[in-house]
């Protein structure tokens, strides 16, 4: 079966709460295939960070003219309808999410990729689970994701509204024996990694003897200013424990001891 539809990452742009005035496409489409044990299209992704001047999130277009408004199958079993857009140099309507208004910043707030899980999307008569995965994050990325970390980890847990769905027993916060093992597998490998920890060299300035000196500008300023001198200002470099990959780790292990 071919699915009547496409999933793309987009980056919209806005005027004011209704009007677009750009809309950024990416590349190539999310990867569809069709399941059918369950008769069911699926594609994977991994989470979408906020990172700083882009504001990325899934859009999914139809590719017939027949448009019915298409939803989001919610954990509780309601439905969280997207709401359309219209590209306006290339005329092509994008279905989006749209949680909350910020006027500060006019954008449209969406948590649709910002939580790892299941993404069920009922798309006319086809229905499409998007699975978000969380690897393989580029260190950039990673500084970001540890600020999101920090701020919004217990929230998602507890968040019955968010529209990503997981597996977790109805009345509690999905805290079961499958959690408790991921744990354990998390702080289990959390201390391997804190055994031989990521070490990276930063540069800095120091005094060497004059045969062993590596120039920077002050080098030079003191070369022109003090004859003879046994020691010139050189560069250098001193080991620093303080990266992004260390501060995750100690604040994954941090958030979990409560837990524990």
């Given at each position: 079966?071919?699915?009547?539809?496409e999933?793309?990452?987009?980056?919209?742009?806005?005027?004011d709460?209704?009007t677009?005035?750009k809309v950024?496409?990416?590349?190539?489409?999310?990867s569809?295939e069709?399941?059918?044990?369950?008769?069911?299209?699926?594609?994977?992704?991994?989470i979408?960070?906020?990172?700083?001047?882009l504001?990325?999130?899934?859009?999914?277009?139809?590719?017939d003219s027949?448009q019915?408004n298409?939803y989001?199958?919610l954990?509780?079993?309601?439905?969280?309808?997207?709401?359309?857009i219209?590209d306006?140099?290339?005329?092509?309507t994008?279905?989006?999410?749209?949680?909350s208004w910020?006027?500060?910043?006019?954008?449209?707030?969406?948590?649709?990729?910002n939580?790892?899980?299941t993404?069920?999307?009922?798309?006319?008569?086809?229905t499409?689970?998007?699975?978000?995965?969380?690897v393989?994050?580029?260190?950039?990325?990673?500084?970001?994701?540890?600020?999101?970390?920090?701020d919004d980890?217990?929230?998602?847990?507890?968040?019955?509204s968010?529209?990503?769905?997981?597996?977790?027993?109805?009345?509690?916060?999905?805290?079961?024996?499958?959690?408790?093992e991921?744990?354990?597998?998390?702080?289990s490998?959390?201390?391997?990694?804190?055994?031989?920890p990521?070490?990276e060299?930063?540069?800095?300035?120091?005094?060497?003897?004059?045969k062993?000196?590596?120039?920077?500008?002050?080098t030079?300023?003191?070369?022109?200013?003090?004859?003879?001198q046994?020691?010139?200002?050189?560069?250098?470099?001193?080991p620093?424990?303080?990266v992004?990959?260390?501060?995750?780790?100690?604040?994954?292990?941090?958030?979990?001891?409560?837990?524990?």
């Amino acid at each position: 079966m071919k699915p009547k539809f496409e999933i793309k990452y987009i980056e919209v742009q806005w005027y004011d709460k209704e009007t677009v005035t750009k809309v950024t496409e990416s590349l190539n489409s999310l990867s569809l295939e069709y399941n059918d044990k369950i008769k069911i299209f699926e594609c994977e992704t991994t989470i979408y960070p906020n990172t700083e001047g882009l504001r990325g999130q899934l859009g999914i277009r139809f590719l017939d003219s027949k448009q019915v408004n298409p939803y989001i199958e919610l954990p509780s079993g309601e439905a969280q309808h997207l709401s359309p857009i219209q590209d306006i140099d290339t005329g092509k309507t994008w279905w989006i999410v749209k949680d909350s208004w910020e006027k500060q910043n006019k954008f449209w707030r969406h948590t649709d990729i910002n939580t790892a899980g299941t993404l069920k999307l009922i798309l006319q008569e086809q229905t499409c689970h998007v699975l978000i995965g969380s690897v393989d994050f580029t260190r950039d990325q990673l500084e970001t994701y540890l600020s999101s970390f920090k701020d919004d980890l217990w929230e998602l847990i507890l968040d019955d509204s968010s529209a990503i769905q997981t597996d977790k027993p109805s009345g509690g916060i999905g805290i079961n024996e499958t959690v408790i093992e991921c744990i354990n597998h998390l702080i289990s490998h959390a201390e391997k990694v804190l055994d031989t920890p990521k070490v990276e060299l930063r540069e800095i300035q120091n005094l060497k003897p004059r045969k062993a000196v590596k120039p920077v500008n002050r080098t030079f300023m003191e070369l022109a200013s003090k004859t003879n001198q046994r020691f010139l200002t050189s560069r250098a470099t001193t080991p620093s424990y303080n990266v992004s990959e260390n501060r995750y780790v100690r604040n994954v292990s941090s958030k979990l001891r409560p837990v524990c």
